[in-house]
């Protein structure tokens, strides 16, 4: 699965800013699409996720602020990040989830978009 970002760049807070990442090669491997950062710590941090069974996951940091879609024939997904503030300012990645087992998932991640809020 190869994965390209789009989107990101400079904003003021409290502005909005929406990415989108499209993904290509097989997809009928995939269970699930979503957006990382890079984060403070040795991992990347999640944002947002949506399963192939239109469950969603965001981070507690973005609820009610960052909205995450598929488009499932266009195979893409998009983040609509609103009210941005400069704690968002990050390295943003573009994430398809395939599992290779029961237990084992392999990620694939797109080239990082930079996203900066200024205050």
């Known amino acids: 699965v190869q994965l390209q970002a789009f989107g990101g760049g400079l904003v003021q807070a409290g502005e909005s800013l929406r990415l989108s990442c499209t993904a290509s090669g097989d997809m009928s491997k995939i269970n699930a699409l979503g957006w990382y950062r890079k984060g403070r710590g040795l991992q990347r941090e999640l944002v947002a996720v949506?399963?192939?069974?239109?469950?969603?996951n965001y981070a507690d940091s973005v609820k009610d602020r960052f909205t995450i879609s598929r488009d499932n024939v266009k195979n893409t997904v998009d983040l609509q990040m609103n009210s941005l503030r400069p704690e968002d300012t990050d390295v943003y990645y573009c994430?398809?989830?395939?599992?290779?087992?029961?237990?084992?998932?392999?990620?694939?991640w797109g080239q990082g978009t930079q996203v900066t809020v200024s205050s």
């Open positions: 949506m399963y192939n069974s239109g469950s969603i």
């Open positions: 994430n398809a989830k395939v599992p290779v087992s029961v237990k084992i998932i392999k990620n694939s």
